[in-house]
């Protein structure tokens, strides 16, 4: 099964230097230390949503370590640990 898709993007307006009648470029630069940085010097940062969350979810997993396979309680916060991971995988999660 196969399934074709067709998608009209529409162009995005032209931008002009102010002042003038001459459009205006932009440049962006997509790095590690910033997520983006434009040519008039403007930053955007990383959200680094792992290192916020990684003291829990390191603790998480070693309660989950600690609990005997085949043990209901080891299916608890194995379910515990997946539904926290999920809600803060998701970029609408109520967690971020």
């Not at 196969?2 to 997509?30: H, Y």
């Amino acid at each position: 099964m196969s399934v074709l898709v067709e998608e009209r993007i529409a162009q995005l307006p032209v931008a002009f230097v102010p002042g003038t009648s001459a459009p205006k470029a932009v440049g962006l630069d997509l790095g590690l230390a910033a997520l983006v940085t434009l040519d008039d010097g403007n930053t955007v940062d990383h959200p680094r949503l792992l290192k916020k969350y990684e003291a829990r979810l390191a603790r998480l997993q070693k309660e989950l370590h600690r609990k005997q396979k085949g043990f209901s309680n080891r299916n608890l916060w194995s379910l515990r640990q997946s539904a926290w991971c999920a809600l803060r995988a998701s970029p609408g999660g109520s967690g971020l």
